[in-house]
């Protein structure tokens, strides 16, 4: 009970729950989100639409100027300390380590944390280069694995001091997650692993603490990594010669 106190009245537990007490109101008030590759796309679309719920945010990316840029817009709307930006590359161990240790040293903790960072190299089985195969991999495969490794033990001992009390950790996966892509061999790199619509490698370990794991698939061409006129799929398709043309 001593031990539970400390943790209940520590500082930045302090501070915390202050911050939770706030004006803001909704179904995510006082939770604090941590969104990776929240610099663009989904991951602003997801902070976006959370902060209106009253969650606290940090937007993290690779992308550090991109997600600066939004935690301070965020923060002019919705008030100074609502969001901020971190440094993170989902693919780096350390990176991962160090990025949710600084957002436990800014907001107390971590409640909710989002795996969206992504990358999508189009091509065939035929021509593709290893070297996107290792890209798609290492971004979306082992860097959710990562920042999965990084999270799970702040969350469960945030479930341990609050017994009653759960924490999510959601995984932004595709479509393809759940079928065959005839061009995108290097997707299936993360959809053979934790993904394939199934979460369940860590669902089943970690609802044991407390963490609940789900993962959310879907497409939405409108957005830059389809859309990008250098970088997008649909000019990776074309070059690889998948739009036929008639
Ligand atoms: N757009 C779609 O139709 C679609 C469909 C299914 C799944 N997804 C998945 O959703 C996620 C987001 O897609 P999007 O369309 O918003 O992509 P996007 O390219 O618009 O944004 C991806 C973000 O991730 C960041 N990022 C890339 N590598 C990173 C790294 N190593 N560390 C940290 N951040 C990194 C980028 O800087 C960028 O801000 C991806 O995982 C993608 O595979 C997208």
Redesign the pocket.
């Known amino acids: 009970m001593a031990e539970r106190g400390f943790i209940e009245n520590w500082e930045a537990e302090s501070y915390r729950q202050s911050v939770a007490s706030s004006k803001v109101s909704g179904r995510l008030t006082g939770k604090v989100v941590m969104i ?8 602003l679309g997801i902070a976006q639409a959370l902060i209106t719920e009253g969650a606290q945010l940090i937007l ?4 550090l100027d ?1 997600a600066q840029a939004n935690a301070d817009a965020m923060c002019a709307e919705y008030g100074a300390g609502r969001a901020v930006a971190i440094r ?4 780096d161990e350390g990176s991962a380590l160090a990025a949710v240790a600084e957002a436990v040293a800014v907001f107390g903790g971590v409640d909710v944390f989002v795996s ?5 190299r189009a091509g065939s089985i035929f021509s593709q280069p290893v070297s996107d195969f290792d890209l798609v991999t290492n ?2 495969y082992r ?1 959710y694995f990562l920042g999965v490794r990084a999270v799970a033990p702040v969350m469960a001992a945030q479930h341990a001091v609050r017994p009653t009390e759960w924490f999510d950790i959601i995984e ?5 997650g759940l079928g065959v892509s005839g061009s995108r061999p290097a997707l299936p790199a993360r959809s053979s692993g934790p993904a394939s619509g199934s979460p369940s490698p860590f669902a089943l370990e970690l609802v044991e603490c407390g963490i609940k794991v789900n993962a959310v698939c ?4 409108r ?4 859309m990008d006129p250098e970088r997008g799929l649909f000019v990776q398709y074309l070059r690889a010669g998948k739009v036929r043309v008639r």
Do not use: C, K
Request: proline share 5%.
């Open positions: 990776t590759g929240a610099a663009q796309g989904f991951g993290a990316d690779l992308n991109g993170m590359d989902v693919s969206n960072a992504g990358v999508l971004v979306n860097g932004i996966n595709s479509e393809s879907g497409q939405l061409p957005r830059p990594l389809w």
